[in-house]
């Protein structure tokens, strides 16, 4: 592969990991296709991805974990509760059709673009919500349903993370994006991309670094943005990327 080609890998993966970065998810609506576009099968894509998408969730959780953005308590919650749905999804991929499947998740996916866009207050600031003991344990069944949903597509389970964390446990977007990326980013898609490697998918290991290195730097600056700008302004890019993954997965 010439430089040219190295570069529009790089300049790909760094503008879908800022975005995701910055909006809690969504960078495989941007990178998957890439790498599909410059002529990998599906299958090599998705394992190539699944692995280049750990550095973003590595260069989110750094710039996090340096601001304090979130409770280790929670981080580790939301580790534990989905990365069982992880491996779940990792091991039943291949059980449902992906075409339904993904027409399905873009649906949900546009619905809470929707819902998040006609509540106006919504995530603006932390009301706290269902976090006693019945509250944990109902939101650790949604979260390890989400997690079968990571393991097994694409894209845009991190966006359903964000906003089940504004939703469900009342926290504002700053904090649900911060969880996200530490949570799923880093340790959900570790996790998936690991268990698919072991499962057999071949990766194109040549253009890993490339994708690994834009993903890392667009996920610090995402995480860095995120710490720079209003809730507002995130619960606008987390819209913008809900419309645009629920789209491309219906059509």
């Known amino acids: 592969m010439d430089w040219i080609n190295t570069l529009g890998l790089f300049l790909g993966s760094l503008t879908a990991n800022t975005l995701a970065s910055l909006s809690g998810g969504g960078a495989g609506l941007l990178q998957f296709p890439l790498l599909i576009f410059f002529g990998l099968p599906f299958s090599i894509a998705l394992a190539t991805h699944k692995i280049a998408s750990v550095a973003l969730g590595l260069g989110a959780a750094y710039t996090h974990i ?20 992880v ?33 106006k207050q919504l995530g603006q600031r932390e009301l706290p ?12 069944l949604g979260l390890m349903l989400i997690g079968i949903i990571n393991g097994s597509l694409t894209a845009g389970s991190g966006l359903l993370v964000t906003l089940f964390l504004v ?31 072991q499962a057999g998918a071949p990766v194109y290991w040549p253009w890993l670094p490339a994708l690994l290195l834009g993903s890392f730097i667009g996920g610090s600056l995402g995480a860095y943005l995120t710490t720079r700008y209003s809730n507002q302004l995130i619960k606008i890019c987390f819209e913008i990327l809900t419309f645009a993954v629920g789209i491309k997965l219906l059509f």
């Not at 304090?68 to 989905?82: N, R």
């Not at 980013?185 to 570790?190: A, D, P, S």
């Open 66 to 85: 340096k601001r304090k953005s979130f409770s280790y308590q929670v981080a580790l919650y939301l580790i534990s509760v989905g990365s069982l749905g």
């Open 167 to 197: 939703r469900w446990f009342g926290y504002s977007y700053k904090q649900a994006v911060a969880l996200t990326m530490l949570c799923v980013g880093l340790f959900w898609n570790g996790i998936g991309a690991i268990a698919i490697v």
């Open 87 to 119: 491996v779940i999804g990792a091991n039943i991929v291949l059980l449902i059709p992906s075409n339904i499947a993904e027409k399905l998740l873009g649906g949900m996916i546009l619905c809470l673009g929707i819902y998040s866009r006609y509540k």
């Open 129 to 140: 919500l269902n976090r006693d003991t019945k509250g944990w344990f109902v939101g650790g």
